[in-house]
């Protein structure tokens, strides 16, 4: 049909009776229509050569719909766009348009860029599609100095009403770590879609605004602002209640979900199963899991990591099997739950034979994360100095992370010399956080050493080195509540303390002694005892037992790693009130049932 048509083309001359500018506005009509028609890039091919041929490809109501059909869905040609736009004379805004907005979702969005910078500088006004579209190609490369200047320009030009543009341009500021700004931008929007409610959600994630989100579900979904939370806004729920452990909330997006006919999207069911495994519900993940009609390597990746994160590392390498016995080959992320699974429940044998068998039968070349996890794995076996030896032969250069998992080895295992040197290395990565001088003093305050801790303290007070508070958040009838040490900002302070004066005097009789050596600075016992008695994770933990019935389970999500006075703290408190406790600090879940952990006491 295509080759008929361009051959009937080629050799039909105008007729004397027919004006010849209604029969090329007739054959541009029928030109167009089949440009838009083609599904092969054969035929394109086809249709360029004639256009040439014709001197029809000058005409930009030709040249435009051609290069709009080869640049975006389904061809998506990058490369045959850009010779496309090279062959038109005097593009328009629209093929300008065309062809940022092709790079703006191509892995080149920087040549989006250079073709805005090219159409401002051919004096052609950039219209708020322009705009758009050089966002999004700024928030691909995270140019905070690109955006600025599209939006001086957007304020110039008068389209502050643009609500798509000023979206993007919120994305951009959020991405680069600009809330301010980005909240700035939200408030000029005129008209507020889901969109645009999603984005700030996101602001709010990347700027650790994690509660905010939780409200505006809740106003979302009553319609008080015109529009509805939709698959990609309960994503975006789904990935703040996991970081802050908030199941009830996490519970009420899930039933939106179902509700709302999202049940069988599998990326949703995905972030159900990794939800619900941070939140400590590892049977209400593997619920989600087994009804999934389809699974996908995502899916079973999903799962392994949430039996490995709350302690079940032979269920993780069973699923591990059973994922290759159904045909569906692991990948990288797979290899990282399966390796963490063996590492949280010291299955050394086996953590380092899948190690092996990465690379030798799935050809997966081991990264950072999973040397971490083999790291890990042998510092909890005690072999620190082979973890240091894996760590010195590794074939990708190792990051901070890895040093920061051996310096945790040193802490658990007090050696003192291998952890200054692993510091000595992260020094010179100049990656060092307060973090790891804090693990330092603790292996210091450990051993008994207070003049290296006095030392220490006075090398990071000269240099400024400000460490990050400890806080532990609790949920409760779908709030969250939030702690830090001695807080006294919660309207049931007095009640709390009480509580937590009362828990500690039960738990002293049942055998509680505090662990001093937790406490950094060089105090009396009696002093230290009363600076430990007032964390963060107690503080909440106190309350959870002021605000719930006997027997329920209380949920602690902490920012830190627990100190391991805390850790013996919720051991008695989980055997003496009769409470299952589960507190998800920075390093892993700790289950304590029965006055025991899930994680014998390593973390």
Known sequence: MIQIFLSTTANTIPSPAKPPQDYYYLLQRKLISLIKSCTQKSHLLQIHAQLIRT????????????????????????????????????PSVFHYNTMIRVYSSSNSPIEGFYMYQQMRKRGLRADPISLSFAVKCFVKVCSLVGGVQVHARILRDGHQSDSLLLTNLMDLYSIC????????????????DTVAWNVLISCYI??????????????????????????????????????LGALEFGEKVHGYVEEHGYGDAMNLCNSLIAMYSRCGCLDKAYNVFKRMPKKNVVTWSAMISGFAMNGHGREAIQAFEEMQRIGILPDDQTFTGVLSA???????????????RMNREFGI???????????????RASQLDRAYQLIMSMKVKPDSTIWRTLLGACRIHRHVMLAE???????????????????????????????????????????????????????????????VVDDVSHPRKDEIYEMLDE??????????????????????????????????????????????????????????????????????VSGVYNRQVNIRDRTRFHHFREGSCSCNDYW
């Not at 020094?427 to 003049?451: C, F, H, P, R, T």
């Not at 209380?554 to 830190?560: F, P, T, Y």
Request: net charge negative; hydrophobic share 35%; with cysteine.
């Open 365 to 379: 070349a081991p990264n950072v994360h999973h040397y971490g996890c083999i790291v890990d794995l042998l510092g």
């Open 503 to 572: 828990i500690n005097t039960q738990l002293k009789i049942a055998g509680y002694v505090v662990e001093i050596t937790s406490e950094l600075h060089n105090l009396g016992a009696e002093e230290k005892q009363y600076v430990l008695s007032y964390h963060s994770e107690k503080l909440a933990i106190a309350f959870g037992i002021l605000s719930t019935p006997p027997g329920t389970t209380i949920r602690v999500a902490k920012n830190l790693r627990t100190c391991v006075d805390c850790h013996n703290f919720a051991k008695f």
């Open 342 to 356: 063996c590492s949280h429940c010291g299955l050394v044998d086996e953590g380092m034979l899948f190690f092996e």
């Open 206 to 243: 990347r700027n650790h605004r994690t509660k905010d989100v939780l409200g505006v579900f809740d106003h979302l979904a009553s319609g008080d602002f015109g529009c509805e939370p939709d698959d990609v806004t309960c994503l975006l729920l789904l990935q703040a209640c996991s970081n």
């Open 177 to 192: 770590q600009k809330g301010n700004e980005a909240y700035k931008v939200f408030d000029d929007i005129p008209q507020r």
């Open 421 to 483: 040197r692993v510091v000595g290395h992260l020094i010179e990565l100049k990656a060092q956080e307060a973090g790891d001088y804090i693990l330092l003093l603790n292996i210091y305050s450990s051993v008994g050493n207070w003049e290296k801790v006095t030392e220490l303290r006075r090398f990071m007070k000269e240099k400024g080195i400000q460490t990050t508070p400890g806080c532990s958040s609790i949920e409760l009838n779908g709030q969250v509540h939030e702690f």
């Open 55 to 90: 001197f029809l490809f000058q005409k930009p109501t030709i040249s435009f719909p051609f290069l709009s059909r080869v640049a975006l869905s389904p061809f998506q040609d990058v490369s045959y766009s850009r010779q496309i736009f090279s062959q038109t004379p005097n």
